[in-house]
């Protein structure tokens, strides 16, 4: 399985700035996605990293809030904007090579003052 | 909509004995279904996968069985470690959607194993 790496790990921000995550892949991969787990909840999909286009978001995840990018096969980030204490979770990326089993990286834990 | 569903959000079995964590569905083109494991700030780690195709599927002391007509799906992990202690997430997909991976979670279950 591919291994994916994520960066930060963790953080702590204050309300009214944004963070970027980054997700690193150490093979190329036809597909990237951007979850959101909050506390006490499920894995909810933010968006679909299309390389080289514009992320599909699902439904009540915009791009201003979390725009995305993915320039080539092994690399995406999410940068969450404007932050505020609802957006403290554990965001994770995932990777998946066509009718392949999807893998998850470690998670970067998010904490909004 | 919760689409797909874990009733039971936690399960105490003591070590050597099956656990069963059980999840429903009820979206009819989910064509596959996935299970995995979470540790505490760790991601999701891949367990086991099933076709519609198929009504069993089983890797090592974990079987997945797929019961389509009653849109549900049951992991088995016998005999139960303590290392399996953890949650577990079931989830779906609809890969006759070709380029449409993405992956729809249940609720989790917290199984602890009882040493």
């Known amino acids: 399985s591919a291994v994916i790496s994520q960066k930060p790990s963790r953080d702590i921000c204050q309300r009214g700035t944004s963070l970027t995550i980054q997700c690193q892949v150490d093979?190329?991969?036809?597909?990237m996605f951007w979850y959101r787990q909050q506390p006490g909840q499920s894995l909810t999909l933010i968006a679909t990293a299309n390389q080289g286009s514009e992320a599909t978001y699902e439904s009540g995840f915009v791009i201003d809030k979390f725009p995305i990018s993915r320039p080539n096969l092994t690399f995406s980030t999410l940068t969450v904007s404007n932050m505020s204490p609802e957006d403290s979770s554990i965001y994770l990326c995932?990777?998946?090579?066509?009718?392949?089993?999807?893998?998850f990286g470690p998670g970067t834990r998010l904490l909004v003052l | 909509d919760q689409q797909v569903k874990q009733n039971s959000p936690s399960l105490s079995v003591q070590e050597g004995r099956i656990s069963i964590l059980n999840c429903d569905y009820t979206?009819?083109?989910?064509?596959?279904f996935l299970w995995y494991k979470k540790y505490p700030a760790e991601g999701p780690t891949f367990l086991i996968s099933?076709?519609?195709?198929?009504d069993k599927n089983e890797d090592g002391r974990f079987t997945v069985f797929l019961n389509k007509s009653a849109k549900h799906l049951s992991l088995h992990i016998v005999p139960s470690q303590p290392g399996d202690s953890a949650v577990y997430f079931c989830?779906?997909?609809?890969?006759?959607?070709?380029?449409?991976?993405?992956?729809?979670f249940g609720t989790g279950t917290r199984l602890t194993i009882i040493p």
């Open positions: 995932s990777v998946v090579q066509v009718q392949e089993t999807q893998y």
């Open positions: 989830a779906a997909s609809v890969r006759r959607d070709f380029g449409n991976e993405k992956l729809t």
């Open positions: 093979s190329q991969v036809t597909m």
């Open positions: 979206n009819s083109m989910f064509d596959y």
């Open positions: 099933i076709s519609s195709i198929k």
